[in-house]
C-alpha cells in the first residue's frame, strides 16, 4: 500500500471537522505540498466520547467526497494493542501498534541471546553512521540492555502485526509501531537496535514513534532543549536511513511525531531536517481540533459561547478526573487557571484569545489551554446540545479549524523558508 512521503495524524473528538480539516490539504496542495491526511483516533478516545471507529471512517469518506480529493487518505487505529484492535480492523488502513507497556518486560532468555548474538556484530568496530558525525562505541553489553529493554515489546508488535495482517493481508493497511507514551526517550542508539529487532520480527513497518528529549505536553508549545532536540531528531533520521539499508526495512520507512499538535518551537527544527536529508515524516495532531471548535463556539456567541463558558467550569470542578488519565503529558499550575466566575463575564473574543495558541497574544493562557484539552469529556456528556450547536455554528467553526490547522501547522512544518 502506497503511503506517500509527508503526512499528517488529524482528528476531531466529535467527527464533525472532517471537512473543515481537510481543507488545509487542499490549501497545502494548491500550494504544491502534498501531505496525506491520516484521520486518527484512540481507543481511550473512543472510549471517552462513546463513538467507533466506522465514524471515523465515514467521516474521511463523507470529507473526501464532499472536497472532491484526489489524494490519498487513511483511517488510523490510534494507539491499539492485541486487546483493543478487533474493533478498528473494518474501519481502519493505518494501525498504530502501541507496545510502550512491554517496554522494560523480559523477553525469554533465548530469544535475547539470539538477538545479541546477531547484533554483536555492531559492536566489533566503532560504528559509523552516515549523518551523524563522529562513530557509536557501540558494546555487547549494550545491546544486550536494549534487548532487555525493547525486545519483549517489538515481539509483542509483531503478534498484533500478525493478527491485523491476517485480517487485511500484507498490502491492506500501514503498520505504525509507537512506543512514545513511556517513561524514557529512546536514544538514537537504542531506535537502531529496536528497528533491527523489528526487521527480524519481520514487521513491515512504515513509521515509527519514538519518544523524543524534552516535554510534549498536549495542545501547548514543546519544553525542552532546542539544539538537543534537533540534534537526536537529525540523529533519529540517519538512524532509520541506515536502518533501511542495513536491516532490509521498508525504503519509505519514517519518524511519526506524536503529541505533534502545537510544539511551534520545534516546527522549524523538523522542517530543516526533513529539507536537508530528504526524509518522509508523518506528525499527529487532533486535540488541538477540539480546541477550535470551543474557539469557534465562542466566537459566534449566544448559545455556542454558553457552551464554550459551561465547558470550563464543568471541567475546573471535575479537575482531578479529567485530568488524572493524562497526568504525564500536561502541566497545569492550577493557581493560573481563571475563576469561572470571571469567564461568566468574558466576551466571546476574550475566550478566544485566551484559548487561541498565540503566544504572542498577552491574553494568551497555556493553562486554561491544557484543561479544556482535556475536558473534552465534559463536552460529550453534553450531547446533543453540544452536537446541534457544531452544526449551527458551523461555518465559524470551520473557519478556526482550517485555519488553525493550515496556518500554525502544516504551513510551518511543510512550506515555510
Ligand atoms: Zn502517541
Known amino acids: 500500500m502506497n503511503f506517500p512521503k509527508y503526512s499528517m495524524g488529524i482528528g476531531d473528538r466529535f467527527a464533525h471537522q472532517g471537512k473543515a480539516q481537510l481543507a488545509a490539504f487542499v490549501r497545502a496542495k494548491a500550494l504544491g505540498v502534498d501531505v496525506t491526511p491520516v484521520w486518527n483516533k484512540s481507543n481511550r478516545e473512543h472510549n471517552i466520547v462513546h463513538s467507533e471507529p466506522a465514524s471515523v471512517r465515514a467521516e474521511a469518506d463523507a470529507a473526501v467526497r464532499s472536497l472532491n480529493w484526489t489524494g490519498a487518505y487513511f483511517v488510523d487505529a490510534d494507539h ?44 566489533v568496530a566503532p560504528l559509523r553512521v552516515p549523518g551523524i558525525e563522529g562513530a557509536f562505541q557501540v558494546t555487547v553489553q549494550q545491546i544486550d540492555a536494549i ?133 518522509g515524516l508523518h506528525i499527529k495532531t487532533a486535540g488541538t481540533t477540539w480546541l477550535e471548535e470551543l474557539i469557534g463556539l465562542a466566537l459566534a456567541g449566544g448559545e455556542g459561547l454558553r457552551i464554550a463558558k459551561d465547558v470550563y467550569a464543568q471541567a475546573l470542578a471535575r479537575f482531578d478526573e479529567l485530568c488524572g488519565p493524562y497526568a504525564s503529558v500536561i502541566d497545569i499550575d492550577k493557581s493560573n487557571l481563571p475563576a469561572p466566575g470571571d469567564v461568566a463575564n468574558w466576551t466571546g473574543d476574550q475566550y478566544a484569545a485566551t484559548l487561541r ?61
Open 147 to 279: 534487548g532487555r529493554k525493547y525486545l519483549r515489546a517489538v515481539i509483542e508488535a509483531g503478534k498484533v502485526y500478525r493478527h491485523i495482517e491476517a485480517a487485511k493481508g500484507r498490502d491492506g493497511f500501514v503498520p505504525e509501531i509507537s512506543m512514545d507514551e513511556t517513561d524514557s526517550p529512546q536514544t538514537p542508539v537504542e531506535l537502531l537496535f529496536i528497528l533491527g529487532a523489528i526487521a527480524r520480527e519481520q514487521i513491515p513497518v512504515r513509521t515509527i514513534a519514538p519518544k523524543f528529549t524534552g516535554r510534549f505536553n498536549k495542545g501547548v508549545d514543546y519544553v525542552g532543549d532546542l539544539a538537543q532536540f534537533e540534534r537526536e531528531f537529525n540523529d533519529d533520521l540517519a538512524v532509520i536511513a541506515f536502518a533501511i539499508k542495513e536491516f532490509g526495512l521498508p525504503a519509505d520507512l519514517k519518524l511519526s511525531v506524536h503529541s505533534g499538535s502545537d510544539k511551534f518551537s520545534i516546527y522549524p527544527a523538523i522542517r530543516r531536517a526533513i529539507r536537508r536529508s530528504g526524509a
Open 357 to 417: 495558541h498565540d503566544q504572542a497574544n498577552p491574553r494568551y493562557n497555556a493553562h486554561f489551554r491544557q484543561l479544556l484539552h482535556v475536558g473534552f469529556k465534559v463536552a460529550a456528556q453534553m450531547g446533543e446540545r453540544y452536537t446541534d450547536a457544531l452544526q449551527e455554528y458551523e461555518p465559524v467553526i470551520a473557519a478556526t479549524v482550517t485555519e488553525n490547522l493550515f496556518d500554525r501547522h502544516m504551513k510551518r512544518v511543510f512550506l515555510d523558508d
Open 80 to 123: 491499539i494493542g492485541l486487546q483493543t484492535v478487533d474493533r478498528f480492523i473494518a474501519a481502519s488502513d493505518f494501525f498504530t501498534i502501541d507496545v510502550a507497556d512491554f517496554i522494560g518486560k523480559a523477553a525469554d532468555d533465548a530469544t535475547l541471546a539470539d538477538f545479541v548474538a546477531h547484533y554483536s556484530r555492531y559492536a
